[in-house]
């Protein structure tokens, strides 16, 4: 399903899209627990000067194209609360997908407090 999504999206997507779905097909294959939502995907950055928390919502629309929704905040709960709560263009995260944003956005805040590099599971 993945390799039809990805020969139709080649033109649109990057290197680093392009292997984003390629891991989530091999984790989708190993790992019966994990469900990782197809439509969007997260990218998470700490900026440690200004103690601030950025999130990239990366989504595709039905006909393939990628567009992104920018979140920052100082801490993990008010971001979780702005993306779990607000219906950003009706982007609908599961539950697992959920739970690993949280997890990133704890990680994330507890770098910026200790002053240390985040790096994004």
Do not use: P, W
Request: net charge positive; with cysteine; proline share 0%.
């Amino acid at each position: 399903m993945y390799t039809n999504m990805l020969l139709h999206l080649s033109t649109l997507l990057n290197k680093q899209q392009k292997q984003y779905l390629i891991d989530i097909s091999i984790l989708n294959q190993f790992s019966y627990k994990l469900v990782l939502d197809k439509s969007s995907y997260f990218v998470i950055k700490i900026n440690s000067y200004d103690k601030i928390i950025k999130v990239e919502q990366c989504c595709f629309n039905n006909s393939g194209q990628l567009y992104s929704i920018f979140f920052t905040g100082k801490t993990a709960k008010s971001l979780c609360h702005t993306i779990l709560t607000k219906n950003h263009l009706n982007i609908i995260l599961s539950n697992d997908h959920a739970a690993y944003l949280g997890r990133e956005l704890i990680k994330s805040e507890l770098a910026v407090l200790l002053d240390q590099k985040y790096i994004q599971d």
